[in-house]
Nanobody
Framework: QVQLVESGGGLVQAGESLRLSCAASGTIFSANTMGWYRQAPGKQRELVAVASSGSTNYADSVMGRFAISRGNARNTVYLQMNSLKPEDTAVYYC????????????WGRGTQVTVSS
């Protein structure tokens, strides 16, 4: 069974940085896509950043402040978050999609990021 485990969340002040990590276990296949989503209280889950096949995509709200990267270890992904704002406060979820052996998608349990003003 594939599992995604996030780490690196916490409480920071506005303008500070955090780095989130996510590692998947339970499969020998490399994920085609790995990314980060977030959900703030009372809001829908939204895409933050995604990395696939050498390309990356970001939400407009984080462009230029956040950077997603795939790790050297198989099925790891990081999110470097700089210049954090109070509106970045949310639970951040790791997401991964595989196409082998069959198409499958998994989510982590989430890590809380809180930015105080």
């Amino acid at each position: 069974q594939v599992q995604l485990v996030e780490s690196g969340g916490g409480l920071v002040q506005a303008g500070e940085s955090l780095r989130l990590s996510c590692a998947a276990s339970g499969t020998i296949f490399s994920a085609n896509t790995m990314g980060w989503y977030r959900q703030a209280p009372g809001k829908q889950r939204e895409l933050v950043a995604v990395a696939s096949s050498g390309s990356t995509n970001y939400a407009d709200s984080v462009m230029g402040r956040f950077a997603i990267s795939r790790g050297n270890a198989r099925n790891t992904v990081y999110l470097q978050m700089n210049s954090l704002k109070p509106e970045d406060t949310a639970v951040y979820y790791c997401n991964a999609v595989w196409t082998r052996p069959v198409r499958s998608e998994y989510w982590g349990r989430g890590t809380q990021v809180t930015v105080s003003s």
